[in-house]
């Protein structure tokens, strides 16, 4: 009992009635508040003594409100949803932060890293936006991106290094433990080439072989990346790939590195966002943290 609210009952009370109230089923209530049925009556049983009201009927198939008990329900909640809003107020909303990245790049570098990134910064509510098309940061309400290219991407933008392109070429350890590693240009014509949007082969082959031809390899096409490294991990070629969306897989066992020749190409992936005085608070937290990211890769 309360000396500044000497009417007020027991709280633990008011909260068991509400749920009681909300379900009209003593085993429903105590599901919820993770207590015994038994508790619950008694708790109820408590309120009405304490009150010297009836709040239920006893029906044969469950529980009534009184007229009282109806009434007061509606107060009760009505309380209990002023402190949870009082309660809430209390504490920081999350920043959120909207991210445009390609499908591949989420799916092969971003995603498995999130797990890291919700842990060490919970106030922080990221919002990933995946797709082929360039995100408008204004209309799509992006606040960064990251982009494969060269700078400058766009007026009012600025840019910043997140990591080189890195080519190697991947496969299944069990493709090549059948076939044998491709030494030779002409051992190469007998894999099948996994080729994504970007059509890195022929820069990749003349790297390795220079002055041989485009090559007569057999051709499978995709429009993701990832789905090119899916393919090769599923023994159906070898394919090209950023170094840095194959780590992981090379690591687990899942793909093997066909050659030790990597091809560094002019493009790279950058992180863009707007040039404008108010930046949102977690900009600088999700940089940082994709540049530490990217250092590992």
Do not use: C
Not at 18 to 28: G, T
Not at 52 to 77: H, K, Q, W
Not at 135 to 150: E, K, P, W
């Amino acid at each position: 009992m309360s000396a500044a609210f000497p009417s007020l009952p027991s709280l633990n009370a008011l909260r068991m009635f509400e749920v009681v109230a909300r379900h009209l089923n003593f085993r429903l209530a105590a599901e919820e508040l993770g207590v015994t049925q038994a508790a619950v009556a008694q708790q109820i049983r408590g309120l009405e003594a304490s009150l010297n009201i009836r709040l239920f009927e006893r029906l044969p198939r469950g529980l009534g409100l009184t007229d009282a008990g109806r009434a007061y329900s509606s107060s009760v909640r009505g309380a209990f949803a002023m402190i949870d809003e009082a309660t809430r107020l209390l504490r920081p909303q999350p920043s959120q932060l909207t991210v445009s990245v390609t499908p591949s790049f989420a799916a092969k570098w971003l995603i498995p890293r999130l797990g890291d990134f919700a842990e060490s910064n919970p106030d922080i509510d990221l919002r990933l936006l995946a797709g082929d098309r360039l995100s408008h940061f204004q209309t799509d309400g992006v606040d960064l991106a990251v982009r494969y290219g060269q700078p400058p991407f766009g007026a009012g933008l600025n840019a910043e290094l997140l990591m080189e392109q890195r080519l190697v070429a991947v496969a299944s350890p069990q493709l090549l433990a059948e076939k044998g590693v491709p030494a030779t240009f002409a051992a190469l014509q007998g894999f099948v080439a996994l080729h994504d949007a970007h059509d890195f082969w022929p820069a990749f082959t003349a790297a390795l072989f220079p002055g041989q031809g485009p090559g007569t390899a057999r051709n499978l096409r995709f429009n993701q990346t990832s789905l090119a490294i899916d393919a090769a991990a599923g023994g159906q070629g070898i394919a090209l790939a950023s170094h840095a969306f194959v780590k992981d897989d090379i690591a687990a066992g899942r793909l093997a590195q066909v050659f030790p020749q990597q091809l560094q190409l002019d493009k790279a992936f950058y992180l863009v966002w707007p040039r404008k005085a108010q930046q949102p608070a977690a900009l600088a937290v999700v940089k940082a943290w994709l540049k530490e990211q990217a250092g590992d890769s």
